[in-house]
């Protein structure tokens, strides 16, 4: 459905936004772009969908060339990006019947496609009321559904839950697990929550300035490291951290040590045998814990990993991990 080569986008200040990137999507595939801000996803994003003019590479679109059959590919695919795109003095109903006079739809057959949108995104009891007055929530539920009006076979979404409260998101996440699943419906979803890119996608390509580091399915991507995470917090990380990484640097089983966002993140086979060990030498170069856990690989440990950072951890929900006298994580 998708098929990328050597595709790079240089803007006219001379920012390279997207670096060689090579990568495909089948068919019925949901796939997941992963990254923090500026990593080159939406713009990656606007290249495929025909609104940014790419420096290099080839792209095919639904079978289409980028290059001679734009067109073509407007004609087959949906697009939500990262800001709503309805109009807030119409009605939700009015909003959809919009977008379908757009993609030359009319009559009974826009009728109950549009019915069947707002029953579909559990907005049949607001559909008359002005849009203005919807939620956050509401609006990028209505806003995925004005991109659906044509029953596209591929649809991308950039950043389609940021910004909304859990409740929302998951609600969004339930709608495409169904259009993915029941429709077959091609979804390309960039992100920056490891949650979202867990639960939803069964391909990844996780990117960062511009480069593709790392690609597979989220289970892969987390087999591949192979060990557990150790997240370390210190009372005085800045003072200690130095310090701290040369004692772990010591310990039998730790493979790699990384700066984190918790202060120090070790990789270790053998994590649960370590924690007291690790306690204890803390404790005996007077250097002061204020939290210890450990858990098996996440795609925030995959990304740690390939890149040496995390993507905004402040947002992220990590996945249950055992604690030891600090905060959960």
């Known amino acids: 459905m998708i098929d990328v080569k050597d595709l790079v986008l240089i803007y ?24 923090p801000n500026g990593a080159g996803k939406s713009t990656t994003i606007k290249v495929l969908t025909t609104l940014l003019k790419k420096t290099s590479g080839t792209v095919k679109v639904a079978g289409f060339d980028l290059d001679a059959e734009a067109k073509e590919i407007r004609k087959v695919i949906g697009v939500q990006s990262q800001e709503t795109a309805i109009d807030g003095d119409l009605t939700g109903k009015e909003n ?19 019915n069947e949108l707002l029953k579909l995104i559990n907005l049949e009891n607001f559909a008359d009321k002005k849009v203005r007055n919807y939620s956050g929530g509401m609006k990028k539920r209505l806003d995925l559904a004005t991109t659906l009006v044509h029953k596209p076979k591929l649809i991308f979404l950039d950043e389609p839950t940021t910004g909304l409260d859990p409740q929302s998101r998951s609600a969004i996440w339930a709608y495409l697990e169904k259009l993915n699943k029941k429709e077959k419906t091609t979804i390309f979803l960039t992100t920056q929550y490891m949650e979202e890119a867990d639960r939803l996608c069964k391909k990844l390509a996780i990117i960062d300035t511009g480069k593709i580091v790392a690609t597979g399915t989220p289970t892969d991507l987390k087999k591949q490291l192979g060990v557990d995470s150790i997240k370390i917090t210190l009372k005085n990380c800045e003072k200690d951290k130095k310090q701290a990484i040369e004692l772990l640097k010591s310990l039998t089983g730790v493979s790699e040590i990384t700066e984190s966002g918790d202060c120090v993140t070790a990789f270790a086979t053998n994590a649960h045998q370590l924690i007291a060990d690790i306690v204890r030498a803390l404790d005996s170069l007077e250097i002061s814990l204020a939290g210890i856990s450990y858990s098996s690989p996440t795609l925030d440990d995959v990304y740690l990993r390939k890149t040496g950072k995390r993507i905004r951890p402040e947002e ?9 006298g600090g905060r959960r994580r």
């Open 12 to 35: 006219s200040n001379g920012t390279k936004a997207v670096d060689n990137i090579t990568f495909d999507v089948e068919e019925g595939d949901f796939f997941g772009f992963l990254g």
């Open 96 to 114: 959809l019947i919009l977008q379908g006079h757009f993609q030359q739809l009319s009559g009974k057959i826009l009728e109950d496609r549009v």
């Open 316 to 324: 992220l929900v990590k996945t249950p991990s055992r604690s030891f």
